[in-house]
C-alpha cells in the first residue's frame, strides 16, 4: 500500500468506540457501574440490555437520572439489546410482541437513545419465514419506534434459521420501504452465518448506525462456534481490516459497539477487561491504517 492510498483509508479521527454491557455481564454489576466502568475504559457510548433498564426501573431509579449520569460522563447510549417477538408469524404473539418493542422503545427513548436491535427473536427455528412479510412486519415496528424517535434496526444473527444472513436483513430492511431502515450486522454473526463481508460494501453509512465489533478464533469452525469463543477484537481471524476499510470508505460515522460474551474475561476485573478490549480495538485500526 503507497502512502497516499494509506492516507485516502485513515478516518480522520478515529472510530467511535462503544461498550455493550454483555461484555462485562458476568460481574454481575449494576448498571450504574457499568456506565462507571465504560466511561473510565475511554468509551464513546454504552449499549445497555433492555432487562438493565427494567431492573433499573423497577428498583425505584429514574431515568432522568441515569440519562444525566451518561451525559455527565460525556457519553451517550447509542443502542438497546431487546428481544421483542415482532417478527413471528402467529398474530397473538406478533401483537403482544409489538407492545413489548414499544415499551421498550419509550424506556431507550427516555435515555436519549435513538437505536433498539430488532433480531428475529421468536423465529429462530423458522428456516423458510416470507422475508416479505417480514419486511412489512418490520414496517408496523419502525412506525412504533418513530412515534417515540427510535429507530429498530434489523440484526444479523447467524446462528438464527431465519435473519441468518446479511442479505436477508437487508431485504427486510429495503423491502420495508421505511426511509430510515437499518441493519446491524456484527462480525461474529457474519462469520456464523456464513455472509462474506465483502457483501457490506453494498451498504451505506446510512444503513449502518450501530456495527457489532468482535473477533473469534480459528477453532470451533462455524458450524460449532458460540457467542461464548468471541475474543477481543484483533485476536483472531476475523478480517477486521477489511471491516474497517469498507466502514472507512463508506465514511461511517455510528458506533463501533464492542459485544463479547466470554467467560473468561467475565471472570476478570470488568474494568480491565472494557479497557483491554477498547485497547485491541483501537490497535487493530491502527494497523489497519498504518498509525
Known amino acids: 500500500?503507497?502512502?497516499?492510498?494509506?492516507?485516502?483509508?485513515r478516518p480522520k479521527t478515529g472510530f467511535r468506540y462503544c461498550l455493550n454491557t454483555s461484555t462485562i455481564q458476568g460481574q454481575k454489576l449494576s448498571l450504574e457501574d457499568e456506565i462507571e466502568i465504560a466511561a473510565k475504559a475511554?468509551?464513546?457510548a454504552i449499549e445497555p440490555w433492555i432487562g438493565e433498564i427494567e431492573h433499573y426501573v423497577q428498583s425505584g431509579k429514574k431515568l432522568s437520572d441515569?440519562?444525566?449520569r451518561i451525559q455527565d460522563h460525556g457519553m451517550t447510549v447509542e443502542d438497546g439489546i431487546g428481544f421483542a417477538e415482532w417478527i413471528v408469524d402467529d398474530?397473538?404473539?406478533r401483537a403482544?410482541?409489538?407492545?413489548?418493542a414499544k415499551r421498550d422503545m419509550d424506556l431507550l427513548a427516555q435515555l436519549g437513545c435513538p437505536h433498539i436491535a430488532a433480531p428475529a427473536?421468536?423465529?429462530?427455528?423458522?428456516?423458510?419465514?416470507?422475508?416479505?412479510?417480514?419486511?412489512e412486519r418490520y414496517a408496523v415496528l419502525a412506525e412504533i419506534g418513530e412515534s417515540l424517535g427510535v429507530i429498530p434496526m434489523v440484526?444479523?444473527?447467524?446462528?438464527?434459521?431465519?435473519?441468518?444472513?446479511?442479505?436477508?436483513?437487508?431485504?427486510?430492511?429495503?423491502e420495508s420501504g421505511y426511509s430510515k431502515a437499518c441493519i446491524l450486522p456484527d462480525v461474529y454473526h457474519l462469520y456464523k452465518g456464513g455472509s462474506p463481508v465483502s457483501g457490506l460494501k453494498l451498504l451505506s453509512d446510512s444503513s449502518i448506525r450501530v456495527f457489532h465489533l468482535n473477533d473469534y478464533p480459528a477453532s470451533p469452525p462455524p458450524a460449532t462456534i458460540t457467542d461464548a469463543d468471541r475474543v477481543y477484537p484483533g485476536d483472531g481471524i476475523a478480517p477486521?481490516?477489511?471491516?474497517?476499510?469498507?466502514?472507512r470508505s463508506m465514511n461511517y460515522d455510528g458506533v463501533l459497539s464492542i459485544e463479547l460474551f466470554n467467560k473468561t474475561y467475565w471472570a476478570q476485573d470488568a474494568l480491565t477487561v472494557a479497557k483491554t478490549a477498547l485497547t485491541k480495538a483501537k490497535e487493530a485500526e491502527a494497523r489497519t491504517f498504518g498509525g
Open 1 to 9: 500500500m503507497t502512502t497516499s492510498e494509506s492516507n485516502e483509508l
Open 42 to 44: 475511554g468509551y464513546h
Open 66 to 68: 441515569l440519562r444525566k
Open 91 to 93: 398474530d397473538a404473539r
Open 96 to 100: 403482544k410482541g409489538l407492545e413489548t
Open 121 to 135: 427473536a421468536g423465529a429462530t427455528d423458522q428456516p423458510h419465514l416470507d422475508l416479505r412479510k417480514a419486511a
Open 155 to 174: 440484526e444479523v444473527w447467524g446462528f438464527s434459521q431465519c435473519l441468518t444472513r446479511l442479505g436477508e436483513a437487508a431485504l427486510v430492511a429495503i
Open 240 to 247: 477486521l481490516g477489511e471491516v474497517f476499510k469498507i466502514l
